[in-house]
């Protein structure tokens, strides 16, 4: 198959790259580099250093013997992205081009603004172009679990639900509630791959995942093929976010009550959950949502295990709550549908527990590095303000 990664420099698109060409398929990436930039904007950096782009195409070339087409540009950009479907004719586009941090989306209207434009606009255009050049073509849209909010019942996996209106029975959209700007766009988009799935026939995969959290997969054996790993208070997850408390000697600050929960991921699981569905399509026409997750924490226990994992290594740390800077559920119920996945075979053989060792592992050698930026860590972005 021919993959077009749009967002290939990210957290996701880096090992998602690695992971489909080492499985023998022709991948083409964009991205304008955005993710590097705003992380240096708010004080901080991957943990790990990252080699250019040309860099990285070369040590996948040498390393893992695969071919990448990275393209140092703008998916928002209409023209070129039309132009590199034309040349390219992929089988999938792999959605990954959007501002992904709730906080930065909530730092000002500047933020607000740029995070509804980008993340809109990129989407927009690439149902557009897809129907314009050739309307077959798979789009594969990342978007998180965080759209549902979190609600007092339990979240199909499906867009639609039955609701009885006026005595008559229908279909509605599954209620949701973004948490941030971000989640907003997020939910914009799902609205729109809906729309234009019934108006143009687009065939479409639309993922809810969970957090995802860890260093490494099977193609990330060496150094020059590291994916990025961000642990601020904007762009780091919130397991990346312990486990860098915890080798700089820091308290684990889990926010408000720590009862926030949610569906979790690991790396290692969440590309082989995509090649899944990238090998998979759903039917040409068909809108497919699918809940993209393995395992269940709330942050309270999340902490619990970095916490576990690093004193096994000798780090001392303790746990202490801060103030929560966003507006959320501290405590709620959490019981979402999981169905596709397993239905097409995919396991996952990760677990958070043996996973965070390994992070800390990889991250103690960089902590010099670390202490350059621990001062990004604490939230300073606050919703109400």
Not at 182 to 192: A, E, R
Request: glycine letters at 8%.
């Amino acid at each position: 198959m021919k993959i077009l990664i749009l967002g290939i420099d990210g957290y996701l698109g880096w090992p998602l790259a690695l992971k489909m060409g080492s499985k023998g398929h022709e991948v083409i990436g964009i991205d304008n580099l955005s993710t590097r930039k705003f992380s240096e904007e708010v004080g901080s950096d991957s943990a790990f250093p990252l080699p250019s782009p040309s860099d990285r195409v070369k040590e996948a070339k040498k390393i893992l013997g695969i071919n990448i087409d990275f393209y140092v540009k703008d998916a928002n950009d209409m023209e070129f992205l039309k132009e590199t479907i034309r040349k390219h004719k992929p089988d999938v586009i792999v959605h990954f081009a959007e501002q992904r941090s709730a906080p930065y989306s909530m730092k000002d209207y500047n933020h607000a603004q740029y995070t509804l434009d980008n993340n809109l606009g990129t989407t927009l255009k690439l149902i557009y172009a897809v129907n314009e050049i050739d309307p077959s073509i798979h789009i594969l849209k990342m978007g998180t679990m965080g759209e549902y909010g979190t609600p007092s019942l339990d979240i199909p996996e499906s867009p639609f639900v039955e609701a009885n209106i006026n005595n008559k029975k229908d279909k509605i959209i599954f209620p949701r509630w973004g948490g941030s700007i971000y989640h907003w766009s997020k939910i914009f988009d799902t609205d729109l791959l809906l729309y234009f799935n019934q108006i143009f026939g687009l065939t479409v995969t639309d993922i809810m995942q969970g957090p995802v959290y860890g260093t490494r997969t099977t193609e990330i054996t060496e150094e020059g093929l590291r994916t990025r790993f961000d642990f601020d208070e904007t762009w780091g997850t919130v397991v990346n976010r312990f486990c860098v408390e915890a080798v700089l000697g820091l308290p684990l600050t889990p926010y408000g009550k720590g009862g926030q929960t949610r569906g979790f991921i690991s790396l290692e699981d969440s590309m082989e959950a995509l090649r899944t569905l990238i090998e998979n399509p759903p039917k040409t026409g068909e809108y497919r949502l699918v809940h993209q997750f393995a395992e269940i924490y709330s942050v309270n226990k999340i902490a619990e295990v970095v916490k576990n994992a690093a004193e096994s290594l000798g780090m001392s740390t303790e746990i202490k709550h801060v103030d929560n800077p966003r507006i959320e559920a501290e405590e709620h119920y959490y019981n979402p549908e999981i169905k596709i996945l397993p239905s097409l075979g995919f396991k996952p053989k990760k677990n958070l527990k043996d996973e965070v060792k390994i992070i800390l592992e990889d991250l103690i050698p960089y902590k010099s590095r670390l202490e350059r930026y621990k001062d990004s860590i604490m939230p300073k972005t606050k919703w109400k303000k």
